[in-house]
């Protein structure tokens, strides 16, 4: 994940066990996360980053718009 002044930036897709699995452990441990319109919800029931309300996909992932901050510190 990586930090940007809109938010941060995801770089993975929903194919990829290790990136699918990043996402879910990101979103369990996030105080903002919300799920996303059930047509919105790639995958069915799971509480991932892919799945929520504040991501907006890009072409190599996507942004998260709620800016979680990350655990090395503010501007990391």
Known sequence: MLHGQEGHHFHGCLQ?????AAATTLATACPVYRV???NETPLDGEQSCFNCRYRRWRADGF??????????????
Request: aromatic share 4%.
């Open 36 to 38: 996303d319109d059930e």
């Open 16 to 20: 990829v066990a290790s990136d699918r």
């Open 63 to 76: 942004t998260c718009m709620k800016g979680f901050p990350s655990r090395t510190g503010a501007g990391a």
